[in-house]
Each structure stands twice: as structure tokens, then as C-alpha cells.
């Protein structure tokens, strides 16, 4: 019997059936009250007055965030249950699902800019992402024997699936009577206090199943992986210079003092320098404890393993922010889409990893330090789930600006991929990038090639290459050609902006190469 069937018969029974049925029914059931409850405002309260403390859409912007919300929660299944299967498991996906989905409710209860309250609609999908897929998985392992008895644990299951979608309208439509106005109410309007409020309520039975979820599994997390030391190692890199970046876009040393010494949350830069200084923090832990493991050959302790879980979405984070100081800008079109942040996350999972394989299979040639060939083999499936998420994400931006025929859209587009009044200096560039970005995919997909560490090398190498320019030229440079006026000035680097750049990278290489030098050296000396 496995561990969680075991534990899902340990304590009585519930109705007959397995104790942990019980668990898993209330925490399918609060899940639903709070995805179906919050839903049922959302729209109303997008279109609300903003003396009202709503947003003030128009119905069809309202409507598409509903709709594009809905499609991601569905989405999210798709990575949340291979997160599951692969990397931690069905009980931790359900317990850090539950956790986010806590997180993002009471993010939007909080009071706060857009930008904080479309923050916590993604920590719920991530949140759904995770959970939704994996606590079914978690039903039938109660039954290891099959049979009628699994198939009537699934009918109370999914009792709790319906109870929760059907109570979780109606203790909105009872909160917004008690705190908001009847006849606004069926107005098609919603006082922002009652959507604080219901997204507080809906916050605290999200808490309470997963105190019941860890006090019902109490299980060991899994070893932590080959290669996290180095990717601790290149993540410290990476947060490095996104701060010197930090210090580019801010132009004066004394402004990035200014956002440290009166921070302000209407501010995006403040929140991109939390986030990256967070992430710094995560990682020096992370590697330093690792480091400091390998050097004495003893396992790291076990109080680090969740720290390196809440680094994967602390990661997501970063590239969040990062997209929302973009499309903050309203007269920017380009950048105003509600897939920006998605593909900033795509496109960083297809790179990132891509960039650390790379380290890794030169460091296996020239030294002695190997992060093993597992952990390389997992690396290059993240990059290629990504790089299909970063092709899809582009193909949807190019049918909704081109389909649509809006010239504020669309002129972009056309621009990039066939010039616009004459202009065309990026043509070359971008059909090159996704033409590697097409081909890279491919031969991800083949599990012959991408298993090969001859060909994975190059085709990490062309990764890197298609994604620099898709979003380095394409998305950033792109975001200004045609001005909101419709004048196209092509824009090429001056010799300063190519000298600054150079020298944040000639920074990052600098502290990658010190910190490998490091590492490769203690190893070598451990297996001398």
C-alpha cells in the first residue's frame, strides 16, 4: 500500500470510505467556492466606477481579462500536473496550489493598484494550476485496489466539487446585498468593498484546507536534485545583473536610492527591485548551503528543501513584474496585452535553462564538475515546454493584432515581419528568429536529438539566439516604431548605450566565472 493510501486509511473512515476521502473532499469543495465565487464578481467589478473603487472598464475589455482568466486557470492544469509527476509530487502540487491560491486571494482583498490586484488573479491560476490536476490523483491512490469503491469515492468527490461551485455565487450575491446595493448589484455594478471582502472570506477556508492537507499528509519532501547547486550559482548571476539593469533604466544611481529609501507600493520599479533583491536572497541561501554541504560530503539539511520550492515561484515573479513595467504603459500598444507577462515567463524558461545546459555540458567537458546527465535531460524538457509555449504565445499576439486589423495593433506587427512605409530593418531579424525558434523546437521534440548532448549544445545555442532577438530587438525596440502619433524612426544603439551594455554582461561573466571557479575547484578537490 503506498504512503498515501496508508495515510488516507489511518484515523477511521468517512462514510466507509477512506479518512483522507474526507480531507480531500473539503479541499476540492473550498477550491471550487473560492475559483466560482470570486468569478461571479470579477466583471462587475472590472466595469465598476473608479469613486466606486472599481476599475472602470469598458464591458469588453472586462469581459476578455474574464475570459483570458478563464482559459488560464484551464491552461495552468497542463504544467501543474507535469510540476506534479515530475518534479515534486501530487501531495506538495495540491499543498503549494492551496498555499498560492491563500496568497492570490488575499492579494486581491488588499487595496492596491491594478497591477497588484491582476498579480493576484495569476497567483490564483497558478495556484488552480497546481491543484486542480493533482488532488483527483490523490482520490484514487486512496484506492490502490480499484473497483466499485474507488468509483463511489469519486461520487462523493465530486459532491464537493459541486457544492463548492454552487455555494460560492451565491455567499457573493449574500455579501454584495449585505455591503454593496441591491439594484446596483443587478445593475450590472459592484461596490469594491464587497469584492475586498469576499476575497477575504474566500481566502480563509483556502488556509484552512491546507492546514488540513499538511496535517493529513506528513510527508518527507523529495531529495533535493543534481545541479541545484549550479543553478543557484547562475541564478546569483542572473539577479546581479538584472539589479546593474535596474540601475540603466533608472539612469542615476541617487533615483535607485530614492526607490530603497521611500518605497512606495504604486511603484512598479520598487516592486521589480523586491522581487529581484527577494530572489538574491533565496539564491545565496540556496547556495551557500548546498556549497557548504558538498564541501563537508554530508546531505543538505532538510529545512532548505522548502526554500528552494518557494524560489520556483518567486522566479515566476521577477518575469511578472518585469512585464508589467511594460504594459503599465498605456501609450504604448504594443506592450498592452495581456499575454506580455506569459511570454516573459516563456520565453525566460526556454533561455535560462538553455544558458545553465550550456554551462553545464562545458563545464562537464573541461573540468571535473558534472551536474549529471539526468538533471541535464530534465533541463532540456523544461526548454522545450517552454519554447512551444513561446511560439504559441507569438502566433497568438500576431492572429489577435493582424486578424483584428486595429492600426495601433497591427502596425507593429507589420513593422517587424514586412516593413512599414519602407521601413523594414528588422524584417531580416525577426524571420531569422522564428526560424530558429521554429527549428530549435522541432528538434527538441525528438528525443533522440535532444538527449544527444553533441546537437542539444547547438540547439541551446540557437534558444538563446532566436529568444535574444524576439525579445531584445523585436519586443523592446518595437514597443516605440511607429510613436503613438504613427512616425516611424528606426532606432540603432549609440556607441555609449553598446559600451553600457557590454559592460553589465563583462559584469555578469565576471561573477559566473568567479562563482564556477569556486565550485569546480572544491569539487575537484572532494573527488581528489
Known sequence: MSSVAAAGHAGGSFFGHPR??????????????????????????????????GFGLDDKTATAIYGLYTAAVFMAALPGGWIADRLIGAQRAVMAGGALMTLGSITLAIPGPPPLFFAGLAVIILGVGLLKPNVSTLVASLY???????????????MGINLGAFIGPLISLIVGVIYGSISGYFGGRVDNLMMRVVDVLYAFPSLLFIILLMAFFRSTLTEIPPGTFAYALSQLDHQLGGMLFIFVDMGQPT???????????????????????GYLILNIIIAYVTFTSENKGVH??????????????WAVSIHTVTAFLYSGLGARPFWLTAILAPRFLASAFASGPSLLIILCLVLRKYTKFDAGEEAIKKLSEIVTYAMAANIFFVLVELFTALYSGIPEHKHHFEYLFFGLHGHNALVPYMWTSQFLAVTTLVLLLIPKIRTNF??????????????????GLGMVVTGFIPSPLGKVTEYSPTLLEGLITLGIYAGGFLIITVLYKIAVSVREELEA
Open 20 to 53: 483522507g476521502l474526507a480531507t480531500l473532499f473539503f479541499t476540492e469543495m473550498w477550491e471550487r467556492f473560492t475559483f466560482y465565487g470570486m468569478r461571479a464578481l470579477l466583471v462587475l467589478f472590472l466595469v465598476d466606477a473608479v469613486t466606486n473603487g
Open 144 to 158: 490502490p485496489e480499484g473497483g466499485g469503491g474507488r468509483d463511489a469515492g469519486f461520487t462523493i468527490f465530486y
Open 255 to 277: 533615483r535607485v536610492l530614492n526607490v530603497i529609501l521611500h518605497p512606495t507600493p504604486n511603484s512598479l520599479m520598487f516592486w521589480d527591485m523586491l522581487v529581484l533583491q
Open 300 to 313: 543538505p539539511p532538510s529545512w532548505i528543501k522548502p526554500i528552494i520550492i518557494l524560489s520556483i515561484p
Open 454 to 471: 553533441k546537437y542539444l549544445f547547438a540547439i541551446c545555442v540557437g534558444v538563446i539566439t532566436a529568444i535574444w532577438i524576439e525579445k
